[in-house]
């Protein structure tokens, strides 16, 4: 889980300090799977009595936040930079 956690805003900013916007989308891409990677491991440790319901609720929550963020920042990159002016 610490891992998954870390690689979240970790590969969001390697992607920010990439030139081109393909490979920062494929960074967000990246996190977003994390972000996937670390809800199913939360499920796991509250099936193995790791976490109580409630907590696993708190946290599901907040994932389900960062991947909306995700989601939203790779529909602007790809509006943003497919616009032909």
């Not at 081109?20 to 799977?33: D, R, V």
């Not at 319901?53 to 909306?68: D, M, T």
């Amino acid at each position: 889980m610490q891992r998954a956690s870390l690689s979240i805003p970790t590969n969001i900013a390697e992607g920010f300090n990439r030139f081109h916007n393909k490979e920062y989308k494929q960074f967000l891409y990246i996190a977003l799977g994390s972000c996937a990677e670390l809800e199913t491991q939360i499920e796991i440790a509250t099936e193995l009595n790791y976490i109580n319901e409630e907590n696993k609720k708190i946290i599901l929550e907040k994932i389900n936040h960062e991947s909306r963020m995700r989601n939203h920042g790779i529909d602007y990159r790809s509006h943003r930079w497919n616009c032909k002016w």
